[in-house]
């Protein structure tokens, strides 16, 4: 290991967390990241990884598009983050594309600075809105870390430490429509779900779930909230992952990607009818920095590049090569992965045991893959290159699949490292058992 | 192969280690599971109590449900039991498995930490 890896491991452990880096180093996953571009990463030894876990998605167009670092640059010379308390260009200019860019009847924006943040707001709004407390969201959803959204989190262990949280707060499994509408009332709010569940292991939903649960929102007077945050943006070879239901939400947030993989920033966008509880509490929801001048003018770049080189056409033409090419390993290592699931560049797979998540995260960095199995399934890999993805870029990450899990078959794995004491461990007595 | 001796006494300094250790015990305050390891070689089963941090009790045999199942050679368990073993290796190479939920299994490993950072 090289004198700067181990001072940034050092550092890291020190100053942020020591058993976040004993976890990651054991994983075979301490990757210090340097040069970073298109789908690839480099670690400061000069390792390259093709990136296939991208911050959960957010490096559609690709890091450090050279278009999207350009409008950086120049927002840089001429911009700072803005007074958030004044109206700003370069928050109209984006609100109104995504007006034009989004689904349905959505034309209106509030800006945040993270998905929680997005997801809090949509909440806030449908409370506002309704005067109705509930948010019904299904088990193993994702929405963030935040107040409201981590209420609405569908895993346990994230909220369990710190109840109490938000009430009224209702999880049902993700796909049963029939729970779902028993759970959506005249005192309901909103739902809120993920098109495809993320976190929860790549989870489509069933064909019609989604307008079954617009029906169900729309027979109670209930808004339903679209979290888009990993799907959005092209991800599944579409702008919206909802447009492959042909569903439109009464409310979308949008995030990560939404950056560039330069800037934090991400968007609520919701109805004019909505809008109507803000006009009478224009200064209900503030963000120092949501919607910054420089990250606005940064995500007018990143729609531009998504819009202007095909990005969404590109990402379904490589997700059906990177899909035939799953499902074909699939088919020949049945002991390993079960099922391949997905759309566009989401691509979940499926393996045989949980343990094979952690021990293929493993194997893939071993042969310069970059891919973290789900947060809240083990059991699934989840594999999310950014939409720039070549085909032999494809080709090298299936082929690299197919390596790993030799290795994997194989028993292959870290060596046992040096003991740095004693042993404690008393010495067996001659003849005892061995 | 060790034998059940062996294993209780590697157990028995474990239970020692973690209860004695006030860090690890405000932790893990709010970690109240029932654990089964499982000796793949001589088919030996303990199943570990510890309510709200503290080992309670390790008897042998498949005793309650279990939350979390470590299946391994009784060696290996010797060797984490006494913190001469970062598992995390034997982990990846597949030599232990594991069943339970994500969040334990990384409770496990934090508790490893705590008592050995050195291992």
């Given at each position: 290991?090289?004198?700067?890896?181990?001072?940034?491991?050092?550092?890291?452990?020190?100053?942020?967390?020591?058993?976040?880096?004993?976890v990651?180093?054991?994983?075979?996953?301490?990757?210090?990241?340097?040069?970073?571009?298109?789908?690839?990463?480099?670690?400061?030894?000069?390792?390259?990884?093709?990136?296939?876990?991208?911050?959960?998605?957010?490096?559609?167009?690709?890091?450090?598009?050279?278009?999207?670092?350009?409008?950086?640059?120049?927002?840089?010379?001429?911009?700072?983050?803005?007074?958030?308390?004044?109206?700003?260009?370069?928050?109209?200019?984006?609100?109104?594309?995504?007006?034009?860019?989004?689904?349905?009847?959505?034309?209106?924006?509030?800006?945040?600075?993270?998905?929680?943040?997005?997801?809090?707001?949509?909440?806030?709004?449908?409370?506002?809105?309704?005067?109705?407390?509930?948010?019904?969201?299904a088990v193993n959803g994702?929405?963030?870390?935040?107040?409201?959204?981590?209420?609405?989190c569908g895993r346990a262990s994230f909220r369990q430490p710190f109840e109490p949280l938000?009430?009224?707060?209702v999880q049902v499994p993700f796909g049963d429509?029939?729970a779902?509408?028993?759970?959506?009332?005249?005192?309901?709010?909103?739902?809120?779900?993920?098109?495809?569940?993320?976190e929860g292991g790549?989870v489509?939903?069933?064909?019609?779930?989604?307008?079954?649960?617009?029906?169900?929102?729309?027979?109670?007077?209930?808004?339903?909230?679209?979290?888009?945050?990993?799907?959005?943006?092209?991800?599944?070879?579409?702008?919206?992952?909802?447009?492959?239901?042909?569903?439109?939400?009464?409310?979308?947030?949008?995030?990560?990607?939404?950056?560039?993989?330069?800037?934090?920033?991400?968007?609520?966008?919701?109805?004019?009818?909505?809008?109507?509880?803000?006009?009478?509490?224009?200064?209900?929801?503030?963000?120092?920095?949501?919607?910054?001048?420089?990250?606005?003018?940064?995500?007018?770049?990143?729609?531009?590049?998504?819009?202007?080189?095909?990005?969404?056409?590109?990402?379904?033409?490589?997700?059906?090569?990177?899909?035939?090419?799953?499902?074909?390993?699939?088919?020949?290592?049945?002991?390993?992965?079960t099922?391949?699931?997905?759309?566009?560049?989401?691509?979940?797979?499926q393996y045989a045991e949980d343990s094979f998540g952690p021990r293929?995260?493993?194997?893939?960095?071993?042969?310069?893959?970059?891919?973290?199995y789900s947060g809240n399934q083990p059991s699934v890999?989840?594999?999310?290159?950014?939409?720039?993805?070549?085909?032999?870029?494809?080709?090298?990450?299936?082929?690299?699949?197919?390596?790993?899990?030799?290795?994997?078959?194989?028993?292959?794995?870290?060596?046992?490292?040096?003991?740095?004491?004693?042993?404690?461990?008393?010495?067996?007595?001659?003849?005892?058992?061995? | 192969?060790a034998d059940w001796?062996e294993l209780a006494e590697a157990l028995a300094d474990y239970t020692v280690s973690c209860n004695?250790n006030?860090?690890l015990r405000k932790m893990q305050r709010d970690w109240s599971r029932t654990l089964h390891f499982v000796c793949s070689d001589t088919g030996v089963t303990f199943s570990m109590d510890v309510d709200h941090g503290e080992i309670l009790s390790s008897p042998e045999g498949h005793i309650g449900t279990p939350d979390i199942v470590v299946t391994t050679h009784s060696e290996t368990f010797c060797d984490m039991f006494?913190?001469?073993?970062?598992p995390v290796?034997k982990y990846?190479?597949g030599e232990i498995t594991v069943k339970g939920s994500q969040e334990d299994i990384m409770r496990l490993d934090a508790i490893s930490y705590v008592i050995?950072?050195?291992?």
């Amino acid at each position: 290991m090289t004198d700067a890896k181990q001072h940034a491991l050092d550092q890291f452990a020190t100053f942020i967390n020591p058993q976040k880096v004993r976890v990651m180093r054991a994983a075979g996953l301490d990757i210090i990241e340097a040069e970073r571009s298109g789908p690839w990463v480099w670690d400061v030894e000069g390792t390259r990884f093709l990136d296939c876990f991208t911050s959960a998605g957010s490096f559609n167009v690709g890091r450090r598009n050279p278009r999207v670092v350009a409008a950086a640059h120049a927002a840089v010379d001429r911009l700072d983050n803005g007074n958030f308390l004044l109206c700003s260009q370069a928050k109209a200019e984006l609100a109104a594309r995504l007006a034009e860019i989004t689904p349905g009847e959505l034309s209106c924006t509030m800006f945040g600075s993270g998905g929680g943040e997005a997801i809090d707001f949509a909440i806030k709004l449908a409370r506002g809105s309704t005067g109705r407390p509930r948010i019904v969201s299904a088990v193993n959803g994702y929405h963030g870390h935040t107040g409201f959204a981590l209420s609405a989190c569908g895993r346990a262990s994230f909220r369990q430490p710190f109840e109490p949280l938000m009430p009224e707060f209702v999880q049902v499994p993700f796909g049963d429509l029939d729970a779902l509408s028993a759970a959506v009332d005249e005192r309901t709010a909103a739902v809120l779900l993920e098109p495809i569940q993320g976190e929860g292991g790549i989870v489509m939903p069933p064909p019609g779930y989604l307008a079954g649960v617009r029906a169900a929102c729309d027979r109670d007077g209930a808004l339903l909230i679209l979290d888009e945050i990993q799907t959005g943006l092209g991800r599944t070879g579409r702008w919206w992952a909802s447009e492959h239901d042909g569903v439109a939400p009464d409310i979308m947030a949008t995030a990560k990607s939404l950056g560039g993989s330069l800037v934090p920033i991400s968007a609520t966008v919701f109805t004019q009818e909505l809008r109507e509880f803000l006009i009478p509490n224009p200064f209900i929801h503030l963000s120092t920095f949501g919607g910054s001048d420089l990250a606005c003018a940064v995500a007018l770049e990143v729609i531009a590049v998504i819009e202007e080189t095909g990005l969404v056409q590109h990402a379904a033409a490589m997700g059906e090569r990177l899909f035939a090419g799953l499902r074909a390993i699939a088919a020949a290592r049945p002991e390993v992965i079960t099922e391949v699931r997905g759309r566009g560049l989401m691509a979940g797979v499926q393996y045989a045991e949980d343990s094979f998540g952690p021990r293929m995260s493993y194997h893939l960095a071993r042969h310069g893959v970059l891919a973290i199995y789900s947060g809240n399934q083990p059991s699934v890999m989840r594999l999310m290159p950014a939409l720039v993805i070549e085909p032999e870029e494809v080709d090298f990450l299936l082929a690299s699949l197919e390596r790993a899990i030799g290795d994997l078959v194989s028993g292959a794995g870290p060596e046992q490292a040096a003991p740095t004491r004693p042993r404690r461990r008393p010495a067996r007595a001659a003849g005892a058992a061995s | 192969m060790a034998d059940w001796d062996e294993l209780a006494e590697a157990l028995a300094d474990y239970t020692v280690s973690c209860n004695s250790n006030e860090r690890l015990r405000k932790m893990q305050r709010d970690w109240s599971r029932t654990l089964h390891f499982v000796c793949s070689d001589t088919g030996v089963t303990f199943s570990m109590d510890v309510d709200h941090g503290e080992i309670l009790s390790s008897p042998e045999g498949h005793i309650g449900t279990p939350d979390i199942v470590v299946t391994t050679h009784s060696e290996t368990f010797c060797d984490m039991f006494w913190g001469d073993l970062n598992p995390v290796q034997k982990y990846l190479r597949g030599e232990i498995t594991v069943k339970g939920s994500q969040e334990d299994i990384m409770r496990l490993d934090a508790i490893s930490y705590v008592i050995w950072p050195d291992a």
